[in-house]
């Protein structure tokens, strides 16, 4: 059973920052790929950036490229999500999740394990 918790969350200006953490159980995380998803209400959940499990290969959305920026510390089975020049638009609950590919897929089908998510409001 794998166990992901977000934090991080919060209300910002635009133009803000924020740093989303997710902390995963086990021994084993350094052999997934993990993501960022999100989800605004009334809206598809979304591919926001993926990390390879060695944290060598990244993958981003690209409504936030250059803005965010994913990364892991495998030793402390933390995935982390830096949100910088935050807009309105990035309104949303953030969801990690942990992903069955090699690659970071940007395929919220290649996704098996989901934390409870984080909300992160950025008003205008």
């Known amino acids: 059973q794998v166990q992901l918790v977000e934090s991080g969350g919060g209300l910002v200006q635009a133009g803000g920052s924020l740093r989303l953490s997710c902390t995963a159980s086990?021994?084993?995380?350094?052999?997934?790929?993990m993501g960022w998803f999100r989800q605004a209400p009334g809206k598809e959940r979304e591919f926001v950036a993926a990390?390879?499990?060695?944290?060598?290969?990244?993958n981003y959305a690209d409504s936030v490229k250059v803005r965010f920026t994913i990364s892991r510390d495998n030793a402390k089975n933390t995935l982390y999500l830096q949100m910088n020049s935050l807009k309105p638009e990035d309104t949303a609950v953030y969801y990690c999740?942990?992903?069955?590919?090699?690659?970071?897929?940007?395929?919220?089908?290649?996704?098996?394990?989901w934390g409870q998510g984080t909300q992160v409001t950025v008003s205008s």
């Open positions: 086990g021994r084993t995380f350094s052999i997934w790929t």
């Open positions: 999740a942990r992903g069955r590919t090699t690659y970071p897929s940007m395929g919220i089908h290649d996704y098996d394990y």
């Open positions: 990390i390879s499990g060695s944290g060598g290969s990244t």
